[in-house]
């Protein structure tokens, strides 16, 4: 079992930066691989961004991809987003979500087990 807290979320101005980051309590961090996901309002949650169990192999949604940098830091159970170049339509509130020994890069959210309660990034223009 693991539970997971984010943190890092704020209101920021269109092409600004913010990083996220996801602390994990529980054992074996290490066995589980790792994810971030949002959801705007009214909207379905959907995948933007995924981290294999070593950290070495990553997967990205193609409307983040070159913006967004997910990385672990499995020595102290913590995962983050580093979010560049904001958009207003990555206005959303982000999970993190776990699920353990899953060896392929999901962006299915029904393949993640456990989830954090969400943190609020809003972008204005």
């Known amino acids: 079992q693991v539970q997971l807290v984010e943190s890092g979320g704020g209101l920021v101005q269109a092409g600004a930066s913010l990083r996220l980051s996801c602390a994990a309590s529980?054992?074996?961090?290490?066995?589980?691989?790792l994810g971030w996901f949002r959801q705007a309002p009214g909207k379905e949650r959907e995948f933007v961004a995924a981290?294999?169990?070593?950290?070495?192999?990553?997967k990205y949604a193609d409307f983040v991809k070159g913006r967004f940098t997910i990385s672990r830091d499995n020595a102290n159970n913590t995962l983050h987003l580093q979010m560049n170049s904001l958009k207003p339509e990555d206005t959303a509130l982000y999970y993190c979500?776990?699920?353990?020994?899953?060896?392929?890069?999901?962006?299915?959210?029904?393949?993640?087990?456990?989830w954090g309660q969400g943190t609020q990034v809003t972008v204005s223009s």
């Open positions: 979500a776990a699920d353990r020994f899953r060896f392929q890069l999901s962006s299915n959210r029904t393949d993640y087990a456990y």
């Open positions: 529980g054992r074996s961090f290490v066995d589980y691989l």
């Open positions: 981290i294999s169990m070593s950290g070495i192999r990553n």
